[in-house]
Nanobody
């Protein structure tokens, strides 16, 4: 069983930046597609960004394109989400997730097998 541990959330003013980290247990991290999702209390869980196992391909939700950057360091079993130009609409609990297999949509949380505990990001106006 893979464990994912997130950190880096907090309170920031609009226009500011945060970097989230997700550290994975195990020896197979480099074989997993990884993703970031978020959920506000009144909304469904939504896709934020995803990255291929090698880190060579990335995809972003339209709402964060140009502001957020997903990356990974396979030698450290760690994935990152650099969030710049934050907006109040970005306020949510952010989750990292791991996708073991090739079936399913990489944009859907239902496709991911392992999840972190979530970290709260609050952006004030």
């Amino acid at each position: 069983q893979v464990q994912l541990v997130e950190s880096g959330g907090g309170l920031v003013q609009a226009g500011g930046s945060l970097r989230l980290s997700c550290v994975a247990s195990g020896r197979a991290f480099r074989t997993y597609r990884m993703g970031w999702f978020r959920q506000a209390p009144e909304k469904e869980r939504g896709f934020v960004a995803t990255i291929s196992p090698s880190g060579g391909s990335t995809y972003y939700a339209d709402s964060v394109q140009g502001r957020f950057t997903i990356s990974r360091d396979n030698a450290k079993n760690t994935m990152y989400l650099q969030m710049n130009s934050l907006k109040p609409e970005d306020t949510a609990v952010y989750y990292c997730a791991a996708f073991r297999f090739t079936t399913g949509s990489m944009y859907s949380g239902d496709s991911y097998d392992y999840w972190g505990q979530g970290t709260q990001v609050t952006v004030s106006s």
